[in-house]
């Protein structure tokens, strides 16, 4: 699956929560300065939990979050940023 979230919004950590299992390609990550990081996941399966995905020390805005993912369950994935 290809998700898309809207953030639009700024903090200091961004986290991925997951709810059931999936196996995680890679997240795409822009920023309100129009750059891009991409973190990548190698394919490898994660199970239900909190995971930070990115870690801002001087805070950051994110404007939208690309993952590609593959659900192995029945998955909910939640992106957040914690400030």
Known sequence: MDINFGSDSSGNALLLEINGQASLNFAEVTFANGKVQVVDFNETT??????KLLDFADGRQVKTVRMLAKSETETTLVVYLSK
């Open 46 to 51: 994660h199970g239900a939990g909190n995971y």
